[in-house]
């Protein structure tokens, strides 16, 4: 499984990177509009911090536009994933986008329909929101099972990133079912290191030690 970090905060993505885990990033302009940073720095700003996929989203709607965005946005980095949204105009941006050799990362995935729709135009990526169908009282990690059975049935190359995690269980689900990517918060991956049992044990060790210690020193 790859991780990838679902900010645009760049400190939080040079601690990630310098831990050696994070494969990638995703922003969207929510994200990046908490930062005050200038957009297109920024993106170029975390392409370097982390030296592969930074998925950048278009803000158009319409197929002109999105095409258009996603050029510029290509042209700022060879690490830029481009995000399109799942709408129709969005899927005929990929395909144009998916044969100009852009990559892509179609994003608002809520249903195995939409992701068939993605992976059928060529995307990179589709992104299932998978905590926001927590939210609304249906089960987010069934439609990434049902992702991946269709698109193991026909082989087709588009990676699934598992996308609005909410805790470190989403991680554990994605894992088991065997998606391609999660994409979390940073505090998500912070509670990936934590286990009290962990706590307990290193306590334990460096109390031992120090006694072990001691004890050689009035041997002396």
Sequence with gaps: ?????????????????????????????TLVSKENAIFEERIKEICEVVQGPVSAEVVSTKYEGMVKEAEALAKLSEFVVVKIPLIPDGIKAIKTLSKKGIQTNATLVFSPLQA??????????????????????????????????IFDNYGYNTKVIVASVRHPQHV????????HVV??????????????????????????????????ANKK
């Design 172 to 179: 554990l689900e994605a894992g088991l079912i065997g998606a």
């Design 1 to 29: 499984m790859e991780i990838f970090l679902d900010t645009a905060n760049i400190e939080e993505i040079r601690k990630g990177v310098d831990w050696g885990i994070v494969d990638g990033v995703t922003t969207n302009p």
């Design 116 to 149: 068939l729709l993605a992976a059928k135009a060529g995307a990179t990526y589709v992104s299932p929101f998978i905590g926001r169908m927590d939210d609304i009282g249906n089960t987010g990690m069934t439609i990434v099972g049902e992702i991946m059975e």
């Design 183 to 216: 994409t979390m918060p940073f505090d998500v991956l912070e509670k990936m290191f934590k286990h009290p049992m962990t706590d307990i044990g290193l306590e334990r060790f460096l109390q031992d030690w120090k006694k072990y210690q001691d004890y050689m």
